[in-house]
């Protein structure tokens, strides 16, 4: 499974955007890039999946470069309930199996008012 | 969208005793669960993998005699910290593989999560 490397911490003030990049040089071609968000005392939640280029859903974007060694999580206007931890996953799905699903650290995003 | 439900949400035991913590999926049918444990201030360690009908598979380190994983049905599946200790105190999390956000996304595997069974053994 391709390593990702994420900054611990980060801090932003409400209203403002929030680029979190994770670093995945070993990506393998099959591998997608999934992102998951976790409040304190709860489970982690699926927030945005990606394989090139750019995909954007209700919550987040993902940008995603040519060379696929890295990735951006970008969260528009955040609000003081975006404070979580944010992991990026990299891996893919055999057919008709699963995959492992092992998280790296995270990045701690606190949203200060 | 799917949802996993963990129970007991909260639970406290005294050392040498056994706990059980259940992992429903609701809505969906899950072959496959997964067990985590999350320290304070950590990541989350994938402990095992439970299969429905089948003996679960450990991770490396997980001692397989101390936490038991049962998954007796598609949508339940249980794991008994047995013979608890302090340092089995932690924060438990169990995730099924999301059907409604695998069928959209033809990617990587897509995880529900349960919200987790904080246990303190005194």
């Known amino acids: 499974l391709a390593k990702t490397t994420q900054p611990v911490s980060m801090d932003s003030y409400e209203g403002q955007e929030v680029n979190i990049t994770c670093s995945h040089n070993?990506?393998?071609?099959?591998?997608?890039i999934t992102w998951y968000q976790q409040f304190p005392s709860q489970g982690p939640r699926f927030i945005i999946q990606?394989?090139?280029t750019k995909v954007t859903n209700e919550v987040a974007s993902l940008f995603i470069p040519a060379d696929r060694k890295s990735s951006t999580l970008s969260l528009p206007r955040v609000s003081l309930s975006d404070t979580a931890v944010y992991y990026c996953?990299?891996?893919?799905?055999?057919?008709?199996?699963?995959?492992?699903?092992?998280f790296g650290t995270g990045t701690k995003l606190q949203v200060i008012p | 969208g799917a949802v996993v439900s963990q129970h007991p949400s909260r639970v406290i035991c005294k050392s040498g005793t056994s706990v059980k913590i259940e992992c429903r999926s609701l809505d969906f049918q899950a072959t496959t669960m997964f067990w985590y444990r999350q320290f304070p201030k950590q990541s989350l360690m994938l402990m095992a993998t439970?299969?429905?009908?089948?003996?679960?598979?450990?991770e490396q380190g997980v001692e397989k005699d101390k936490f038991l994983i049962n998954h007796a049905s598609l949508t339940l599946s249980t794991l008994t910290v047995t013979s608890a200790h302090p340092e089995d105190s932690s924060f438990y999390i169990c995730s099924a593989r999301d059907p409604g956000q695998e069928r959209l996304i033809s990617g990587a595997n897509v995880l529900t999560f349960g919200a987790g069974s904080r246990l303190t053994v005194l």
């Open positions: 996953l990299v891996g893919s799905r055999p057919s008709g199996g699963y995959q492992k699903v092992t």
């Open positions: 070993n990506i393998a071609t099959n591998d997608y």
């Open positions: 990606g394989y090139k």
């Open positions: 439970s299969n429905e009908g089948s003996k679960a598979t450990y």
